[in-house]
């Protein structure tokens, strides 16, 4: 992937004594109003940028950063707590020399002073009004309404092993509700998801496509579109974005330069254009200005703080289980839970007042493999770190997998041998 650079002449760019390298998630129209505002007060230093989403940022940069990249820039807190197990992040001398707002249970910046935070988002779900419209349906009120049967279909989200946005939203149902109870309102709503797409950004982009009419995502995405509404879930999980000094980069000492401009009321101001659209974090900025809706809910008590060293310690292992249950699953589950509703359809019909098939149903779409237990001991979660280091699986390792699969079809073969029952069932009452 090319790198983008700001738009100079090659005369200038001879002229220039350092660069600096940042990889990052964000899109191009989010960083070049910092990298274009930065270079007009650092003319020597040429800031080149690649954009690459964060699981891949993280696997190259777990690799040994291979490019010297100095700098990575990202919305996930997950990928810092990783990067810094890691040892791939250098401590800043510098630290903030601007005043940040104090959230009660929200760490902006690390302690130990490795990555800083710079905007604070949330997540919720954003929708197309005039396809919501369309088709009958209401805007979803809390994260419980996304399992409702009358959303089949018309629902869509990322998958975490892909994206940072989605692994903070499925962690933070996990750590909201309860690692067995999270994980059964994730499969409830992957029964009426439409598509489980690669990339959080192509949740926007298909709902302004018409291709489904409500998506899961972190509020930026949607709030940069005028053509879609966005709610933030109650409560609202919160993810202040970060950035941070790779270990071996070549230019550190304009890596904390730049940090310190992104921090500083200048670089702040920036997240308020139109264009960017994020929260900043500066204390100077929220002083004087209207209280943004997130700040409403935080203090209002609707927030919920962001574990991100209990993410970080089972994050492969929530990723692994997501994608072997919904998103490698997901065309059989749809159509398990397709068959019940019209078979449900036809038992209120027939005037049943008492039908215990759904009872029956549940629980074989929402089980999960893996206890909480096992979630929180980390002998077991490293067997999944250790796998996204490049290493080959283990023994171990292919024989939790195994497992899970066995696990899953004997459950999905069991739902469908229940539906079966209940067709046959309502056929004989029809004689």
Do not use: C
């Amino acid at each position: 992937m090319p790198f983008l650079t700001g738009s100079v002449s090659a005369s200038e760019a001879l002229k220039k004594t350092r660069q600096l390298e940042v990889i990052t998630s964000f899109p191009p129209e989010f960083y070049t109003p910092f990298v274009t505002a930065f270079s007009q007060r650092y003319p020597d230093i040429q800031v080149l940028t690649l954009n690459k989403k964060t699981t891949a940022s993280l696997a190259e940069i777990k690799r040994g950063n291979p490019r010297k990249f100095d700098i990575f820039w990202s919305s996930s807190p997950d990928a810092f707590a990783i990067l810094k197990a890691e040892n791939a992040l250098r401590q800043l001398s510098r630290g903030r020399r601007h005043e940040a707002l104090s959230i009660d249970g929200v760490n902006l910046d690390d302690p130990d002073g490795y990555f800083m935070g710079f905007s604070l988002s949330g997540v919720g779900w954003m929708w197309n009004p005039a396809y919501l419209e369309k088709e009958g349906l209401p805007i979803p009120g809390q994260w419980q309404d996304l399992t409702d049967p009358i959303y089949y279909g018309h629902l869509a989200m990322s998958t975490p092993s892909r994206s940072g946005t989605t692994h903070l939203i499925v962690e933070g149902l996990l750590q909201d509700q309860g690692w067995e109870k999270g994980w059964g309102m994730l499969l409830r709503m992957a029964v009426n998801l439409r598509t489980v797409s690669a990339r959080s950004f192509s949740v926007p982009e298909g709902l302004i496509n018409g291709r489904f009419g409500v998506g899961l995502g972190i509020d930026f995405l949607a709030q940069s579109r005028k053509e879609l509404g966005f709610r933030y879930g109650d409560p609202v999980y919160l993810a202040p974005a970060g950035i941070a000094v790779l270990s071996n980069g070549k230019n550190p000492a304009g890596a904390e330069l730049f940090i310190d401009f992104i921090l500083s009321p200048e670089g702040q101001a920036i997240l308020l254009a139109p264009a960017v659209s994020r929260l900043p974090v500066s204390r100077e900025l929220h002083l004087k200005g209207e209280e943004p809706e997130l700040f409403k809910m935080i203090r209002d008590n609707h927030s919920k703080p962001y574990d991100a060293v209990l993410s970080q310690s089972r994050y492969h292992l929530v990723n692994q289980l997501f994608d072997r249950m919904i998103t490698y699953r997901l065309p059989e589950r749809r159509k398990l839970w397709k068959r019940f509703l019209s078979l449900e359809k036809q038992a209120v019909s027939m005037g049943l007042v008492h039908w215990p098939v759904k009872e029956a149903l549940i629980p074989l779409l929402t089980e999960v493999p893996v206890t909480e237990e096992q979630s929180r001991t980390p002998e077991f979660t490293t067997l999944f770190t250790l796998a996204s280091r490049g290493s080959a699986r283990g023994r171990e390792q292919r024989k939790q997998i195994q497992s899970w699969e066995t696990f899953l079809s004997r459950r999905l073969a069991q739902a469908k041998e229940l539906l079966d029952k209940a067709e046959f069932d309502l056929k004989a009452r029809r004689r």
